[in-house]
C-alpha cells in the first residue's frame, strides 16, 4: 500500500522575496509605502527578538527552552539562537524535525506529555532528544519501551496545578495530581539519569506569587516521594503587556522563582533540584512581530479589514485580547475606538477591541497591529481562501514594550 503522504494544511507565510540584508532593513512606513500590500504584512523584528531572548535567558537563574509551538517560524528560532536560546521545548515530530534540521546542536525536550510511541522512539533515535515529559504511569511505560535499553533517559514529571491567576489555563489537559505525582516519580526514579518535575501556571499569567505556589507545591511532591530530584521545570507563561494591562518587570518573576527555589533548597536538603528550567514562549517572541492589515471598508465604528481570527488574530476574537495598533499615515483627526470585522464570510469574524485610532481612518488605510509575534501567525488558517500574506523585516522597535 502506497505511504500516505502529508503535506501542511495552510499555505507558509510567501517568504523570499522581500528578504533584506540587515544594513538596508527599513521601518514599516517605508516597506508599507514600496509594497502597497493588499494581503496582511508581518512585519519581524530581528533586534527585538534576539534582545528578549537574551534578557531572559541573562535574567533566568538556570536552563531557557523556548517552547517552539508559541512561534515556530524558521527565522524566529535562528534570531533566539542568536539571542543565546540554546534548548527546545517541543511537543510534535514535526516540531522536533524543524528544530533539528534548523539548528543542529539545540538541545530538544519533547515536553508534550501524551506522544505517539512512534513519535518518542524517532525523537530518541534520528534525533537525539533525551528528555520527555510524562504525566501518568502510562506514558511513562511508552517512553520507557520506545527508548529501552538506551541511557541518559531523562524523564520530566508533569504536575497540575490548581487553576490560578493567568489569562488561559494551561492544567485542564494535562498534569498529574500531587498524590499521583509522588508515585509517579518513584517509579521513574530508576529509569532516569535526570529526573525532572515540571508546571505550567498558564499563559500571560501575571502574578509571581503564582511560580512561588507552584514550587512550594512541587516541594511537597518530592519530600512526599522521598527521592531526589533533578530539575525544577518552572514551565512558561511569562506575560507580556498589551493595551490596558500593565505587566510586572520580568526581574519580578525570576526574584519570586529565585526566592522560592532556594527555600525548597533549604526545606529538602540533598533531595531538591540542583537545576532550574523554564520554558517561556510569549515572553519571548511576542513584542517581534506585528501586522500590517488593510482598511477595505469602514462602516461607523466598525473597519473590516484583511486579517481576522481565522488569520493572525485570533485572540483578538475568541479571548476579545485587545492589541496596540497605529494608523500608518499622519492625521490630525481625535483617537477614538474602533472594533474589526476580519475578512471571512463567518460574523464571529469579528474583534471588538477596542482598538484606539484616528477618528478619519478610512478604506485604503493602512493599520500596524502589534504584539503577535506570539501565538499569531502560527494560528492561522486557510479558512475561506484567505491564506495569504507577505512576510518582511523591519528596523522599527516594538509597538509596546
Ligand atoms: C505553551 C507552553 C509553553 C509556553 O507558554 P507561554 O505562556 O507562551 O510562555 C511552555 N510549556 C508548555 C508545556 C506549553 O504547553
Redesign the pocket.
Known sequence: MNQPRFRLAVAPLRRGAERMPARSRPNVEQVVAQLRPEEPLHCLRPATLRANARAFVDAFPGETLY?V??NPDPRVLALLWQGGVRAF?C?SPAEVVLVRQLLPEAAIHY??PVKARGAIAEAWSRHGVRDF?FDSEAELEKILAATAGGSDLGLIL?LALPKGGAA?D?SGKFGAEPAEAAHLLRLARPHAERLGI?F?V????TEPAAWGRAIRLAGEVIARAGLKVDILDV????PVPYPGSAVPDLARFMDAISGEAAALRARLGALAPARLWA?????LVAAGISVVVQVQARRGGMLHINDGIYGSLSDAGALNWRFPARLLRASEAAPQDFGFFGPTCDSLDRMNGPFRLPGDVREGDWIEIGQLG??GATLRTAFNGFDRARFVEVSDPPLLA
Open positions: 517552547a509551538k508559541c521545548d511537543a515536553m508534550h515529559a508533569r488561559l494551561l515540571a505550567h498558564g499563559s500571560q499569567c514551565g512558561g507563561g511569562f520554558e517561556p514562549g510569549r515572553a506570539a501565538y
